[in-house]
């Protein structure tokens, strides 16, 4: 008698699955939007592009040449010329009105030193407050120049902190003259003690200063003020 042969089925196999990535996925779910964003931003980087060449560049060189006739009237101490302009050649006031910064930050400086040599201290401020320049002493020189205006404006708490921030930019012998006038705004105010501190500081870090010659006259005044 025979065995019963078994007959074994063996089951198909499973064609492999293929695995994608988690970030193929990613790029495949969302490539529009990835490639809009792409497009946007290059479009973005080709208008600055072509606005810096086309159009701030030259505006800005025509902006310098306008500044040159106000430059020269300044230069010669006409300060309303400067800054008011002749009908024919633009003052300071209608060149940052028109051209704001492309002009060059040293225009709201000179806008300002304007407005403070005609006594019109309030625009003075105005001007002054704009002009961020980077130079050393002529960031100094600005901050002081405010300070003027304040004490122009009787508001001498606010100068003397101009004048003190003008001498803490500066690191040379214009110092002693900020901090002179930070004294005369103390002696303004009623506070001779803090004159003294300003007075002594000149004496003992700046004895070779202008201001340093006859500061033990000033040293004395507020000392029997106190």
């Known amino acids: 008698m025979m065995a019963n042969k078994t007959t074994q089925v063996t089951a198909p196999k499973k064609a492999e699955e293929t695995v994608v990535p988690a970030p193929e996925q990613f790029y495949v779910k969302y490539k529009k939007v990835i490639w809009s964003f792409l497009l946007g931003v ?3 980087l080709l208008l600055a592009l072509g606005y810096n060449r086309f159009i701030y560049q030259p505006k800005a060189q025509e902006a310098m040449a306008a500044t040159y006739p106000a430059e020269m009237a300044f230069q010669a101490g006409d300060y309303e010329l400067a800054f008011k302009g002749d009908g024919n050649n633009p003052g300071f006031e209608d060149i940052i ?3 704001g910064s492309k002009s ?3 225009v709201y400086l000179y806008a300002g030193i304007c407005c403070l040599e005609m006594k019109d201290y309030s625009t003075a401020v105005s001007y002054l407050k704009k002009y961020d320049g980077r130079d050393e002493i002529m960031s100094a020189r600005a901050t002081s120049c405010l300070g003027d205006a304040y004490v122009g404006l ?3 708490d606010k100068a003397v902190s101009a004048f003190l921030k003008a001498a803490g930019k500066s690191s040379n012998v214009f110092s002693a003259l900020y901090l002179f006038k930070a004294g005369l705004c103390y ?3 009623g506070e001779p003690a803090s ?3 300003v007075y002594k500081q000149i004496k003992d870090k700046y004895p070779q200063s202008v201001e340093a010659y006859d ?3 000033y040293i004395a005044r507020v000392t029997v003020a106190e």
Do not use: C, F, P
């Open 42 to 44: 290059l479009a973005v």
């Open 97 to 99: 009105s028109t051209y």
């Open 104 to 106: 060059g930050k040293a």
């Open 154 to 156: 009787e508001q001498y």
């Open 187 to 189: 002696e303004k105010m």
């Open 195 to 197: 004159a003294l501190g």
């Open 215 to 217: 500061i033990d006259k």
